[in-house]
C-alpha cells in the first residue's frame, strides 16, 4: 500500500481499511431483477463462470437459477421481459459502438436469435404490451441513419415489418392503448420540439403542441381514451409537469407539479391507464400518490427500508412490484412486493461485498454561485478523520443536460475510501431543477458553467474541508471536458485532473457526432453554440486552443469505439499537450465506447487513476498489481 507522506499517522490510524477496487467497480453478485409478466419466473443479472454479466432465470420461490444469455465478452446489460412469457429480450453493441441488436432468448428452445442483423444499424425505443405478446415495436435507422422508424416485430416468426416511417426530424415515437403508433417528438433546425399526433395509422400527422428551444416537453404515454395523451412539459410554468392533454378539445389538466423540481418520473396503471404516481428529484427522490390505488402501497414501501425507492418491474396485472432502495453507503437491495398482502419479499443486495464495510455518508450541501444563483451538490467526506484541511476531488457529472442524485456510487466511495472529500456540483444546465435553471447554462460552456465548479471549489476551502493545494477534478464525458477546461483555463485552481472520454474541441466534438443526432443539431445550437456562425467562439471555450495554459499532470482515458466523443478528441489534445512538453498519461481501451462497461478495464482504468491521485494529492493507494483481462493500451 502506498500512503502518501502528507497523511498524518494519526489519519492513517484512523481511515477504515482500503476497499479492494474489484469489490468497487467489479461486476455486480445480482443486479436488475425483473418479474414476468405472470409473476412466475424472476429474470436479472449475474455474472458467468468468466465474469461476463448474463441474464438469469428462476422460478419464484424455488432455486433453479440458470442463465439464459450467452454473450462471450461484453456482458448484458438491457434486457426485457416479452409478455408472452416465453421470450427475454436484450439490447447488445459491438464494442461499445452503441449500434445495439436486439436479441431473442426463447427460454423453452434455449435459443437466442439476432433480431436485428444489420450492421450499423441502431435499435433505439424497445415497446411491448401486454394485449400484443407476440409483438414488439422498435425504431430503427435503417433506411436512413439520421433518422428512425417505427418497426414491428413478430417474436414467433422473426418477421420485421416497417410500421411508420419517419416524416423528418422525429426522435422519438408513442403507441397508444392499441399499440399503434400515433403520437411524435419531432425536432426542427431552430431547436423547436413539435408533438405530433395522428388519429389512426396512414392518417396525416397533425402537431398539436410545440415548445421552442428553451422549453421542454413530449409525451409520456397515452390513456385508455384515444383522445387522452398524458405529457410532460414546462410550458406556462418553470419546472416540467404531469400534464393531461384532451386531443379533441385542446383542454390541459394540470396532474401533478413542483414549483422548483421537474417531474422525473411517472408510475402509470397498466390496465386503466392513468397516472398512479409522480417522483421529483429533490436532494433525494421523493414520490407522490396520484391515485388512491397506491397511497397504501407507498406508504408501506416508505418505511421498509432505508433509502430511496423505486418499482423497477411489475407483472402484466400489477398485483406484484419489483422494488429497488438505494442508499448512499451500501449496495441496492431488492424485494418482490405484494400489493394485495401488503407485504414485501426480501430478494437480494446486488453487491454483497460492500455489506459491513464502512462506506462514507453523502451529504446535500447548496451554496451561492458568483452570481447568486442556488447551486445544489453532494459532499461526501471520509470516514474516520475529520474533515479538516483534506485532499479533494470535484467529480463533475457528464450530460451535461444531466444531474448527480443522492446515493451510492462506486468512484465517489472509492476516492473517499482513499481519503479524499469528494464533492459533486449540478452546475447551471443540469437537468432537474426547472428551465430557468437548465437555460441559465445556455452558452456557457466553460464560462459559467465551469464557474459554477470554481464555486464548489471555493465553497470547500472555505469550509475548511479541503486543502487548496491539494484538489484535484475529475469527470467523465461533459465531465471530463469540465476536466480540461479545469486546467487550461483555471490552471492555478487544481493540482491535476483525470479526463474519461471528454471532447477537447467543441468544434470537431460537433462536426463528428452520430448522424443520428443530426435531429438534435438545433438543440446543440441552442445550449452550446453553432458551429456554422460561431466557431470562433466556439474554439474560445474549447481546451484543445490553449492546452500550452496546462501546468499540472493530465491523465485521460478513452475508448476506441466511442461513437459520440471520438478518439481524436483525446488523441489531439494529448498531441498538443505533450507539443506543449507538459505531462499527460494517456490509455485507450480498443473494445470500449463512451465508458467503460467491462469490469476489466473499469478496474484497471481507476487503478491508473488510483496511483495518478496519490502521487499528486497526497492520498492512499492500493497497488495496480496484475489485472487480468483488460485491454487498456498506454499511449
Keep these: 500500500m502506498i500512503v502518501a507522506g502528507s497523511l498524518t499517522p494519526a489519519a492513517r490510524a484512523e481511515l477504515p481499511p482500503l476497499i479492494p477496487r474489484d469489490v468497487l467497480f467489479g461486476n455486480p453478485d445480482r443486479a436488475a431483477p425483473q418479474i414476468s409478466p405472470d409473476g412466475k419466473r424472476l429474470a436479472y443479472l449475474r455474472p458467468d463462470d468468466k465474469n461476463v454479466l448474463q441474464v438469469w432465470v428462476r422460478t419464484v420461490g424455488k432455486n433453479d437459477d440458470a442463465p439464459v444469455t450467452q454473450d462471450p465478452k461484453?456482458?448484458?446489460?438491457?434486457?426485457?421481459?416479452?409478455?408472452?412469457?416465453k421470450h427475454l429480450l436484450y439490447l447488445q453493441d459491438a464494442g461499445g459502438d452503441e449500434n445495439y441488436h436486439l436479441y431473442a432468448v426463447d427460454l423453452d428452445k434455449k435459443a437466442t436469435r439476432d433480431l436485428t442483423p444489420f450492421p450499423g444499424v441502431r435499435v433505439q425505443g424497445v415497446d411491448l404490451?401486454?394485449?400484443?405478446?407476440?409483438?414488439?415495436?422498435?425504431?430503427?435507422?435503417?433506411?436512413n441513419k439520421q433518422v428512425f422508424d417505427q418497426h414491428r416485430l413478430t417474436l414467433s416468426s422473426g418477421e420485421l415489418a416497417v410500421d411508420?416511417?419517419?416524416?423528418?426530424?422525429?426522435?422519438?415515437?408513442?403507441?397508444?392503448?392499441?399499440f399503434q403508433t400515433r403520437a411524435a417528438l419531432a425536432m426542427k433546425p431552430d431547436g423547436t420540439q413539435e408533438l405530433k399526433v395522428r388519429e389512426k395509422p396512414g392518417a396525416e400527422w397533425k402537431t398539436v403542441k410545440s415548445w421552442p428551444a428553451d422549453e421542454q416537453g413530449g409525451p409520456a404515454g397515452f390513456g385508455a381514451d384515444p383522445n387522452t395523451l398524458y405529457i410532460i412539459a414546462n410550458d406556462g410554468a418553470n419546472a416540467a409537469r404531469l400534464v393531461k392533454l384532451d386531443l379533441a378539445s385542446g383542454k390541459e389538466e394540470v396532474v401533478a407539479e413542483d414549483p422548483e423540481y421537474d417531474v422525473s418520473g411517472a408510475m402509470i396503471d397498466p390496465d386503466r391507464r392513468v397516472p398512479l404516481a409522480a417522483s421529483f428529484t429533490k436532494a433525494r427522490t421523493e414520490w407522490k400518490a396520484l391515485d388512491d390505488a397506491v397511497k397504501d402501497d407507498l406508504e408501506v414501501l416508505k418505511k421498509l427500508r432505508r433509502g430511496d425507492f423505486t418499482v423497477t418491474s411489475e407483472t402484466a396485472d400489477n398485483g406484484k412490484w419489483v422494488v429497488g432502495y438505494t442508499t448512499d453507503d451500501g449496495p441496492t437491495a431488492y424485494y418482490l412486493y405484494d400489493r394485495g398482502a401488503k407485504k414485501a419479499e426480501f430478494l437480494f443486495v446486488n453487491n454483497s461485498k460492500l455489506e459491513g464495510l464502512k462506506l462514507a455518508q453523502t451529504e446535500p450541501v447548496e451554496y451561492k454561485a458568483q452570481d447568486g444563483l442556488t447551486i445544489h451538490a453532494y459532499l461526501t467526506k471520509p470516514v474516520g478523520v475529520e474533515a479538516k484541511n483534506l485532499p479533494a476531488v470535484l467529480f463533475v457529472h457528464g450530460g451535461p443536460w444531466a444531474r448527480d442524485n443522492w446515493g451510492y456510487n462506486?468512484?465517489?466511495?472509492?476516492?473517499?475510501?482513499?481519503?479524499?472529500?469528494?464533492?459533486?456540483v449540478n452546475y447551471r444546465g443540469s437537468t432537474g431543477y426547472g428551465k430557468k435553471f437548465l437555460n441559465a447554462g445556455n452558452r456557457e460552456w466553460a464560462g459559467k458553467m465551469h464557474q459554477d465548479l470554481i464555486d464548489g471549489v471555493d465553497y470547500l476551502v472555505k469550509s475548511g474541508v479541503a486543502d487548496p493545494k491539494r484538489i484535484a477534478i475529475m469527470g467523465g464525458s461533459y465531465g471530463g471536458y469540465a476536466t480540461l477546461v479545469g486546467l487550461t483555463f483555471t490552471p492555478e485552481v487544481f493540482a491535476c485532473g483525470v479526463d474519461i472520454v471528454g471532447p477537447s474541441s467543441i468544434p470537431t466534438l460537433i462536426k463528428s457526432i452520430p448522424p443520428y443526432w443530426a435531429p438534435l443539431k438545433g438543440i446543440f445550437n441552442k445550449r452550446v453554440g453553432d458551429v456554422e456562425k460561431d466557431e470562433e467562439f466556439l474554439k474560445s471555450r474549447s481546451?484543445?486552443?490553449?492546452?500550452?495554459?496546462?501546468?499540472?499532470?493530465?491523465?485521460?482515458?478513452?475508448?476506441?469505439?466511442?461513437?459520440?466523443?471520438?478518439?481524436?478528441?483525446s488523441d489531439q489534445i494529448v498531441e498538443a499537450v505533450r507539443r506543449a512538453?507538459?505531462?499527460?498519461?494517456?490509455?485507450?481501451?480498443?473494445?470500449?465506447?463512451?465508458?467503460?462497461?467491462?469490469?476489466?478495464?473499469?478496474?484497471h482504468f481507476f487503478a491508473v487513476s488510483e496511483e495518478f491521485l496519490a502521487k499528486h494529492l497526497g492520498g492512499r493507494a492500493e497497488p495496480v498489481g496484475e489485472i487480468k483481462g483488460h485491454s487498456g493500451q498506454v499511449k
Design 581 to 603: 512538453k507538459k505531462e499527460v498519461g494517456y490509455v485507450v481501451y480498443p473494445d470500449e465506447g463512451h465508458g467503460f462497461a467491462r469490469p476489466e478495464n473499469r478496474i
Design 129 to 143: 404490451d401486454k394485449k400484443h405478446p407476440d409483438q414488439v415495436v422498435i425504431g430503427l435507422n435503417k433506411r
Design 543 to 569: 481546451p484543445l486552443y490553449m492546452a500550452d495554459r496546462i501546468t499540472k499532470p493530465l491523465l485521460i482515458g478513452q475508448g476506441a469505439n466511442d461513437p459520440r466523443v471520438k478518439q481524436a478528441e
Design 164 to 178: 411508420t416511417e419517419n416524416p423528418g426530424g422525429v426522435v422519438g415515437w408513442t403507441t397508444d392503448a392499441a
Design 410 to 424: 462506486p468512484a465517489v466511495q472509492w476516492l473517499a475510501n482513499r481519503g479524499y472529500a469528494v464533492l459533486q
Design 74 to 85: 461484453r456482458g448484458v446489460r438491457q434486457y426485457y421481459w416479452a409478455f408472452d412469457n
